[in-house]
């Protein structure tokens, strides 16, 4: 047979080669690792994995580089990093085996980091959807595929069990300003201090179009005709987790941050139910835990709003940096210049006056 990858099974007193030196020998390989395993229940053996890239090697050749057997040369089934597991028991079906450690492999590729990233697809507590599918796009392309739609499969399951959790806690800010004056450059970097990743919502129309799982999500811009009120309850609410109106699929939001950011103040929201007799504005009011006023050179930071919609209490204030930040003059290319290699440039051009006489003396194409 003729595969890109393989696993090789020898016992330690049957190895007649140097694996590392017949490894390091032939260019073929590109990812090779091998461990003994001398602490299970049988003699001592070795298990080497060897990695062609995109070059497809006959068995029988790899065979007779080590010094086995054809049938010793066996197909990976499987992923690839199910393969690199098996090296030191750490797959879920080998918890009974005795469990090497990732320092007893010997290879050429940083194999504890490889380890690492393989445990990632499905572990949502740790990582979001995003992360996920940016880990999936580092694979091989022959994995790709087969990563993402188990990705696809674990996500679905996930976003159907989220449903069901009561136990949410999702802070949620809302920052009002004028325009300019750092409404989502403040969001952002509350994101980046909190090491969330997050997505910024594309559009009023369709807010979570562009979420994949992140921690955190901007609704940047928004105005109280993005969501129905009671749609907009739902996606602050800390006891349940809903699903969310999207154009191609509907989304559950698995974070714990939102940000709104707004240029109307939270106040003028839903004006239609200010003088309703249910209690709708009040429990939308009783789900923002932070309210932040941007001003053009300093920022209000309040701890909730009232029953009015309107921020209670004394706020902190800050320098509002974005205020230094717009003084500064930015460098600037100068894009004009890509003119010259595309047009002919009029070196000197003077308006020059026409009279009658001139014309009439001319011959005219009519």
């Known amino acids: 047979m003729t595969l890109k990858q393989y696993e090789i099974v020898q016992n330690q007193d049957l190895m007649t080669v140097d694996i590392q030196e017949v490894c390091m020998k032939y260019k073929t390989i590109k990812e090779w690792a091998y461990i003994l395993h001398d602490k299970d229940d049988t003699r001592p053996h070795y298990h080497i994995y060897v ?5 497809g090697v006959f068995h029988e050749l790899v065979a007779s580089w080590f010094g086995v057997p ?3 040369v066996n197909r990976i089934k499987g992923r690839k990093t199910d393969m690199l597991l098996y090296l030191t028991h750490g797959n879920d079906t080998q918890k009974h085996k005795h469990q090497y450690e990732p320092s007893e492999v010997v290879s050429n590729f940083a194999f504890e980091t490889e380890i ?4 990632i697809i499905g572990n949502f507590k740790e990582y979001s959807y995003a992360e996920m599918l940016k880990y999936i796009d580092t694979l091989p392309i022959s994995e790709k595929a087969r990563a993402y739609s188990q990705l696809e499969k674990l996500w679905r399951i996930e976003c159907s069990l989220l449903t069901f959790n009561p136990d949410r806690n999702v802070d949620v800010f809302f920052i009002t300003g004028k325009g300019g004056t750092g409404k989502t450059y403040y969001a952002k970097k509350l994101f980046a201090d909190l090491k969330y990743d997050f997505c910024v919502s594309s559009s009023s129309n369709d807010p979570f179009q562009d979420y994949l799982g992140q921690r955190g999500i901007i609704l940047d811009d928004m105005r109280d005709t993005a969501f129905d009120l009671p749609d907009l ?16 699929a509907n989304k559950v939001f698995n ?3 939102i940000i709104l950011t707004s240029s109307v103040p939270l106040c003028y929201w839903y004006r239609n139910y200010r003088y309703n007799e249910d209690d709708s504005l009040d429990q939308l009011y009783r789900r923002i835990t932070v309210y932040v006023e941007v001003k053009e050179r300093e920022i209000l930071v ?10 209670i209490g004394e706020p902190k204030r800050y ?8 003084k500064a003059v930015p460098e600037r290319r100068d894009v004009s210049s890509l003119f010259d290699k595309i047009c002919t440039p009029i070196q000197d051009f003077t308006t020059h006056q026409v009279s009658l006489s001139e014309v009439l003396d001319n011959d005219l194409p009519f």
């Open 51 to 55: 990695n062609f890239g995109n070059t």
């Open 70 to 72: 054809p049938n010793f």
């Open 116 to 119: 690492k990233n393989s445990k």
């Open 233 to 248: 309850l739902k996606i602050l609410d800390n006891n349940t987790s809903s699903s969310v109106k999207s154009r191609f």
């Open 255 to 257: 974070g714990n941050m």
């Open 302 to 311: 309040y701890n909730g709003v009232g029953k009015d919609g309107k921020p």
């Open 319 to 326: 320098y509002n940096d974005v205020y230094t930040l717009k």
